[in-house]
């Protein structure tokens, strides 16, 4: 059985695969009564789609993005977030995962991405780390395996926010990742146009200065 690490509660639970039924109307919705979860990465990460693998900044509201349970999923909002460190909030600054860090091919190549976004580990790893043979685990609770860092050499990251309507764990970068459920208190971190396009499921796009 598959566990993950439930932010909200900050508890193990099991994964349920059909994720309407995993997750409760907390987690499901917001006061709209709306579904939104979100994974948010760097630059040049790519993932798999319809057309191939792609580059996250190469994709658009209506791009089909391939997901382990629901198959080609259309993505809702695309938006980019740039965050500039501080010392008071280092604890933002992204995870990168070095190529292979997750067994061979896992990632093909070195991949960045938000600390809270949850990544699939298997085999003995997931066994050594959360005693589980399958274990879906936040980015920065990865922090202790090899080839594993936090990524302390920049000043800011620009984030691509991939936004759906249903919870999506997508191939990314050669491994499986999702990301967190996109409540009012993440969406007000947000530019007025993002908010507005992710309620409307409008496309955003990343270069629209007004929505940042």
């Not at 995993?22 to 709306?34: I, K, M, N, V």
């Not at 939104?36 to 900044?57: K, M, N, Y």
């Not at 995870?95 to 860090?101: E, F, L, P």
């Not at 879906?136 to 202790?144: D, K």
Request: glycine letters at 10%; charged letters at 25%.
């Amino acid at each position: 059985m598959t566990m993950e690490f439930n932010i909200r509660t900050g508890h193990h639970e099991p994964l349920v695969r059909d994720a309407s039924i995993a997750l409760d109307h907390s987690e499901r919705s917001d006061t709209s009564g709306q579904t939104h979860f979100e994974i948010d990465l760097a630059g040049g990460t790519r993932i798999l789609c319809a057309e191939g693998r792609l580059s996250v900044e190469d994709l658009h509201a209506g791009s089909m993005v391939w997901t382990l349970d629901h198959g080609l999923q259309p993505l809702k909002v695309l938006h980019r977030n740039r965050v500039r460190f501080t010392p008071a909030n280092g604890h933002m600054r992204p995870i990168r995962i070095s190529a292979g860090a997750l067994g061979r091919g896992c990632p093909t190549s070195d991949l960045v991405m938000a600390p809270e976004n949850r990544v699939l580990v298997t085999g003995w790893r997931a066994e050594l780390f959360f005693g589980r043979a399958e274990y879906l685990a936040p980015a920065h609770a990865l922090l202790s395996m090899p080839g594993i860092e936090r990524v302390t050499d920049c000043d800011h990251v620009d984030y691509f926010g991939l936004v759906f309507a249903q919870r999506a764990i997508l191939e990314v970068g050669g491994i499986m990742a999702d990301g967190q459920f996109l409540g009012a208190s993440s969406r007000g971190a947000l530019g007025r146009k993002q908010r507005d396009s992710i309620s409307a499921l409008q496309l955003f796009s990343p270069d629209d200065e007004d929505g940042r």
